[in-house]
Protein backbone atom coordinates (compact mmCIF):
# COMPACT_ATOMS: atom_id res chain seq x y z
CA UNK A 1 0.00 0.00 0.00
CA UNK A 2 1.26 3.64 -0.88
CA UNK A 3 2.76 5.60 2.40
CA UNK A 4 2.06 8.89 3.31
CA UNK A 5 -2.12 9.79 2.84
CA UNK A 6 -2.38 6.80 0.76
CA UNK A 7 -0.92 8.76 -1.85
CA UNK A 8 1.17 7.92 -5.12
CA UNK A 9 3.01 10.21 -7.35
CA UNK A 10 4.67 9.47 -10.69
CA UNK A 11 6.84 12.48 -11.74
CA UNK A 12 9.98 12.35 -13.74
CA UNK A 13 9.65 8.82 -15.43
CA UNK A 14 9.22 7.05 -12.19
CA UNK A 15 6.48 6.32 -9.18
CA UNK A 16 7.31 7.66 -5.62
CA UNK A 17 5.24 6.77 -2.38
CA UNK A 18 3.67 9.59 -0.65
CA UNK A 19 2.93 13.06 -1.98
CA UNK A 20 6.10 14.32 -3.99
CA UNK A 21 7.14 18.13 -4.29
CA UNK A 22 6.60 18.27 -8.27
CA UNK A 23 6.39 21.59 -8.82
CA UNK A 24 9.18 25.18 -8.43
CA UNK A 25 8.57 28.31 -7.08
CA UNK A 26 9.74 30.28 -10.77
CA UNK A 27 7.52 27.29 -12.66
CA UNK A 28 4.77 29.38 -15.08
CA UNK A 29 1.96 27.10 -13.53
CA UNK A 30 3.13 28.44 -10.06
CA UNK A 31 2.60 31.61 -10.64
CA UNK A 32 0.55 32.63 -14.01
CA UNK A 33 -2.12 29.53 -13.07
CA UNK A 34 -0.96 27.46 -16.50
CA UNK A 35 -2.30 24.07 -15.01
CA UNK A 36 -4.49 21.65 -16.01
CA UNK A 37 -5.97 17.97 -14.30
CA UNK A 38 -8.09 15.57 -14.97
CA UNK A 39 -9.83 12.92 -12.63
CA UNK A 40 -10.79 9.35 -13.29
CA UNK A 41 -11.76 6.63 -10.54
CA UNK A 42 -10.17 3.33 -9.24
CA UNK A 43 -13.31 1.43 -7.58
CA UNK A 44 -13.35 -2.36 -6.90
CA UNK A 45 -10.27 -2.84 -9.33
CA UNK A 46 -12.56 -0.89 -12.29
CA UNK A 47 -11.01 2.09 -14.13
CA UNK A 48 -14.31 3.03 -16.00
CA UNK A 49 -13.53 5.62 -19.07
CA UNK A 50 -10.42 5.93 -17.96
CA UNK A 51 -8.73 6.13 -21.66
CA UNK A 52 -11.26 9.54 -21.77
CA UNK A 53 -9.55 10.70 -19.25
CA UNK A 54 -6.41 10.49 -20.16
CA UNK A 55 -7.70 11.69 -23.62
CA UNK A 56 -9.12 14.90 -21.73
CA UNK A 57 -5.96 15.30 -20.32
CA UNK A 58 -4.59 16.32 -23.99
CA UNK A 59 -7.31 18.50 -25.03
CA UNK A 60 -6.88 20.27 -21.94
CA UNK A 61 -3.46 20.47 -22.43
CA UNK A 62 -3.89 21.97 -25.48
CA UNK A 63 -6.51 24.28 -24.89
CA UNK A 64 -4.70 25.92 -22.35
CA UNK A 65 -1.50 26.28 -24.63
CA UNK A 66 0.68 23.81 -23.05
CA UNK A 67 2.29 21.01 -25.10
CA UNK A 68 1.28 17.55 -24.30
CA UNK A 69 4.28 15.29 -23.82
CA UNK A 70 2.39 12.05 -22.88
CA UNK A 71 0.28 9.82 -25.07
CA UNK A 72 -3.08 8.80 -24.38
CA UNK A 73 -1.93 5.04 -24.29
CA UNK A 74 0.91 5.64 -22.19
CA UNK A 75 -1.00 7.65 -19.37
CA UNK A 76 -3.23 5.08 -19.43
CA UNK A 77 -0.24 2.76 -18.74
CA UNK A 78 1.42 4.74 -16.05
CA UNK A 79 -1.79 4.79 -14.34
CA UNK A 80 -2.55 1.40 -14.25
CA UNK A 81 1.12 0.53 -13.32
CA UNK A 82 1.13 2.83 -10.07
CA UNK A 83 -2.32 1.31 -9.12
CA UNK A 84 -1.04 -2.44 -8.22
CA UNK A 85 0.13 -0.91 -5.28
CA UNK A 86 -3.28 -0.56 -4.04
CA UNK A 87 -5.84 -3.74 -3.27
CA UNK A 88 -8.43 -3.78 -5.43
CA UNK A 89 -10.71 -2.73 -2.91
CA UNK A 90 -9.26 0.25 -2.69
CA UNK A 91 -11.10 3.71 -4.24
CA UNK A 92 -8.26 5.91 -5.67
CA UNK A 93 -8.60 9.20 -6.99
CA UNK A 94 -6.60 9.28 -10.44
CA UNK A 95 -5.42 13.10 -11.33
CA UNK A 96 -3.12 13.16 -14.47
CA UNK A 97 -1.42 16.72 -14.43
CA UNK A 98 0.76 19.25 -16.93
CA UNK A 99 1.62 22.67 -16.08
CA UNK A 100 3.94 25.36 -17.82
CA UNK A 101 7.33 25.21 -17.00
CA UNK A 102 8.83 28.08 -18.77
CA UNK A 103 7.14 31.55 -20.51
CA UNK A 104 7.55 33.30 -23.65
CA UNK A 105 9.18 36.83 -23.78
CA UNK A 106 6.34 38.51 -22.19
CA UNK A 107 6.47 35.55 -19.43
CA UNK A 108 2.67 35.41 -19.85
CA UNK A 109 2.46 32.57 -22.25
CA UNK A 110 3.64 28.88 -21.50
CA UNK A 111 6.55 28.09 -23.86
CA UNK A 112 6.06 25.10 -25.83
CA UNK A 113 9.54 23.98 -25.15
CA UNK A 114 9.27 22.59 -21.50
CA UNK A 115 5.48 21.08 -20.15
CA UNK A 116 5.38 19.62 -16.63
CA UNK A 117 3.59 16.14 -16.36
CA UNK A 118 2.99 14.13 -13.45
CA UNK A 119 -0.14 11.71 -12.14
CA UNK A 120 -0.92 11.80 -8.70
CA UNK A 121 -2.53 8.84 -6.99
CA UNK A 122 -4.85 9.45 -3.76
CA UNK A 123 -7.13 7.09 -2.06
CA UNK A 124 -10.78 8.97 -1.62
CA UNK A 125 -13.44 6.81 -0.55
CA UNK A 126 -16.51 6.82 -2.87
CA UNK A 127 -19.73 8.26 -1.22
CA UNK A 128 -22.46 6.05 0.33
CA UNK A 129 -25.07 5.21 -1.87
CA UNK A 130 -27.25 6.96 1.14
CA UNK A 131 -25.50 10.08 0.35
CA UNK A 132 -27.36 13.20 -1.21
CA UNK A 133 -26.92 17.22 -1.12
CA UNK A 134 -28.95 20.02 -1.67
CA UNK A 135 -29.03 23.04 -3.76
CA UNK A 136 -29.50 26.73 -3.84
CA UNK A 137 -29.40 29.26 -6.45
CA UNK A 138 -26.06 31.75 -6.30
CA UNK A 139 -25.10 35.10 -7.55
CA UNK A 140 -21.62 33.50 -9.65
CA UNK A 141 -22.08 32.34 -12.91
CA UNK A 142 -20.22 29.90 -15.58
CA UNK A 143 -18.24 32.14 -17.57
CA UNK A 144 -18.04 31.93 -21.69
CA UNK A 145 -15.02 30.89 -23.68
CA UNK A 146 -14.65 34.19 -24.62
CA UNK A 147 -13.84 35.25 -20.81
CA UNK A 148 -12.29 32.13 -19.59
CA UNK A 149 -10.61 28.68 -20.59
CA UNK A 150 -13.58 26.66 -20.45
CA UNK A 151 -12.35 23.91 -22.49
CA UNK A 152 -9.84 22.71 -20.39
CA UNK A 153 -10.54 21.46 -17.13
CA UNK A 154 -8.23 23.81 -15.78
CA UNK A 155 -6.96 24.77 -11.95
CA UNK A 156 -7.66 28.38 -12.85
CA UNK A 157 -11.50 27.80 -13.19
CA UNK A 158 -11.94 26.36 -9.85
CA UNK A 159 -11.56 29.43 -7.29
CA UNK A 160 -15.05 31.00 -8.89
CA UNK A 161 -16.64 27.42 -8.14
CA UNK A 162 -15.36 27.41 -4.70
CA UNK A 163 -16.57 31.02 -3.79
CA UNK A 164 -20.41 29.36 -5.05
CA UNK A 165 -19.83 26.65 -2.23
CA UNK A 166 -19.01 28.93 0.45
CA UNK A 167 -21.98 31.17 -0.36
CA UNK A 168 -24.45 28.31 -0.60
CA UNK A 169 -22.90 26.85 2.33
CA UNK A 170 -23.16 29.66 4.54
CA UNK A 171 -27.45 29.46 3.53
CA UNK A 172 -27.22 25.81 4.51
CA UNK A 173 -27.31 24.02 1.58
CA UNK A 174 -24.53 21.82 -0.10
CA UNK A 175 -24.54 22.81 -3.43
CA UNK A 176 -25.24 25.57 -6.09
CA UNK A 177 -27.35 25.34 -8.97
CA UNK A 178 -25.34 27.28 -11.48
CA UNK A 179 -26.73 28.85 -14.44
CA UNK A 180 -24.54 30.42 -17.47
CA UNK A 181 -24.27 33.97 -18.71
CA UNK A 182 -27.76 34.00 -20.23
CA UNK A 183 -29.35 32.48 -17.07
CA UNK A 184 -30.36 29.19 -18.48
CA UNK A 185 -28.89 26.19 -15.66
CA UNK A 186 -26.05 25.05 -16.34
CA UNK A 187 -24.34 22.58 -14.35
CA UNK A 188 -23.62 22.97 -10.37
CA UNK A 189 -20.14 23.83 -8.37
CA UNK A 190 -18.40 20.23 -9.05
CA UNK A 191 -20.86 18.69 -11.30
CA UNK A 192 -23.12 18.00 -14.21
CA UNK A 193 -27.04 17.69 -13.56
CA UNK A 194 -29.53 15.75 -14.68
CA UNK A 195 -33.46 16.27 -13.79
CA UNK A 196 -36.09 13.50 -14.32
CA UNK A 197 -39.99 14.68 -15.39
CA UNK A 198 -42.45 11.70 -16.33
CA UNK A 199 -39.92 9.34 -16.62
CA UNK A 200 -37.74 11.21 -19.16
CA UNK A 201 -34.70 12.35 -18.27
CA UNK A 202 -33.39 16.13 -19.01
CA UNK A 203 -30.29 17.48 -18.88
CA UNK A 204 -28.79 21.10 -19.68
CA UNK A 205 -27.46 21.18 -23.53
CA UNK A 206 -23.45 21.95 -23.81
CA UNK A 207 -23.08 25.25 -24.96
CA UNK A 208 -19.42 26.14 -23.99
CA UNK A 209 -20.02 27.23 -20.44
CA UNK A 210 -19.25 24.05 -18.82
CA UNK A 211 -17.48 20.79 -19.14
CA UNK A 212 -19.92 18.32 -20.63
CA UNK A 213 -18.27 15.52 -18.59
CA UNK A 214 -17.03 12.10 -19.42
CA UNK A 215 -19.56 9.91 -17.06
CA UNK A 216 -22.59 12.54 -18.05
CA UNK A 217 -22.12 11.40 -21.34
CA UNK A 218 -21.70 7.84 -20.42
CA UNK A 219 -24.89 8.00 -18.16
CA UNK A 220 -27.32 9.56 -21.63
CA UNK A 221 -25.45 6.44 -23.47
CA UNK A 222 -26.31 3.83 -20.97
CA UNK A 223 -29.91 5.17 -20.68
CA UNK A 224 -30.59 5.69 -23.96
CA UNK A 225 -29.56 1.93 -24.56
CA UNK A 226 -31.89 1.35 -21.77
CA UNK A 227 -35.14 2.96 -24.15
CA UNK A 228 -35.08 6.01 -21.28
CA UNK A 229 -35.71 9.21 -23.66
CA UNK A 230 -32.74 11.76 -22.85
CA UNK A 231 -33.59 15.25 -23.99
CA UNK A 232 -30.32 17.51 -23.81
CA UNK A 233 -31.93 20.95 -24.00
CA UNK A 234 -31.80 25.12 -22.63
CA UNK A 235 -33.41 24.34 -18.89
CA UNK A 236 -33.87 26.95 -15.90
CA UNK A 237 -34.59 27.08 -12.84
CA UNK A 238 -38.40 26.55 -13.32
CA UNK A 239 -37.89 23.21 -14.75
CA UNK A 240 -35.90 21.85 -11.92
CA UNK A 241 -38.48 23.02 -9.26
CA UNK A 242 -41.24 21.24 -11.24
CA UNK A 243 -38.93 17.95 -11.45
CA UNK A 244 -39.73 14.76 -10.28
CA UNK A 245 -36.35 13.98 -9.53
CA UNK A 246 -32.65 15.75 -9.46
CA UNK A 247 -29.31 13.85 -9.53
CA UNK A 248 -25.49 15.07 -9.91
CA UNK A 249 -23.29 13.22 -12.08
CA UNK A 250 -19.14 13.90 -11.74
CA UNK A 251 -16.40 11.58 -12.10
CA UNK A 252 -15.53 11.50 -8.05
CA UNK A 253 -18.91 10.24 -7.25
CA UNK A 254 -20.71 8.85 -10.45
CA UNK A 255 -24.17 9.48 -9.62
CA UNK A 256 -25.74 12.06 -5.90
CA UNK A 257 -29.08 12.08 -5.78
CA UNK A 258 -30.53 15.50 -5.20
CA UNK A 259 -32.85 15.83 -1.72
CA UNK A 260 -34.01 19.74 -2.24
CA UNK A 261 -33.44 22.58 -4.65
CA UNK A 262 -34.47 25.64 -2.13
CA UNK A 263 -37.45 24.77 -1.09
CA UNK A 264 -38.69 21.91 -3.23
CA UNK A 265 -37.67 18.91 -1.50
CA UNK A 266 -37.21 15.20 -3.82
CA UNK A 267 -37.29 11.69 -3.88
CA UNK A 268 -34.74 9.96 -4.67
CA UNK A 269 -36.27 7.85 -7.20
CA UNK A 270 -36.62 5.15 -9.26
CA UNK A 271 -34.77 6.37 -12.31
CA UNK A 272 -31.54 8.11 -9.89
CA UNK A 273 -30.87 4.70 -8.81
CA UNK A 274 -31.52 3.29 -12.40
CA UNK A 275 -28.60 5.08 -13.95
CA UNK A 276 -26.08 4.28 -10.71
CA UNK A 277 -27.11 0.30 -10.97
CA UNK A 278 -26.40 0.66 -14.75
CA UNK A 279 -23.26 2.56 -14.77
CA UNK A 280 -21.77 0.17 -12.72
CA UNK A 281 -23.07 -2.53 -14.62
CA UNK A 282 -21.63 -1.18 -17.58
CA UNK A 283 -18.32 -0.64 -15.96
CA UNK A 284 -18.07 -4.31 -14.78
CA UNK A 285 -18.83 -5.65 -18.27
CA UNK A 286 -16.21 -3.29 -19.97
CA UNK A 287 -13.70 -4.24 -17.46
Known amino acids: ?146 SSVVNAKAGCLYPNNARMLREVRDKGFGNALVTDAMGNVAETATANIFMVRDGEVFTPVPNGTFLSGITRARHIENLRADGVTVHETVLGYADFEAADEVFMSGNMNKVTPVSAFDDRQYQVGPLTRRVRDMYWDWAASNA
Open 1 to 146: MATGKNIRTYFNGTWHDGDTPIISAADHGAWLGSGIFDGARFVNGLTPDLDKHCARTNRSAEALMLTPTVSTEDMVEIALEGLKAYDTGSAVYIRPMYWGIDGDVTAIVPSADKTGFAICLEEIPMAPESASTTLTKTRFRRPVLE
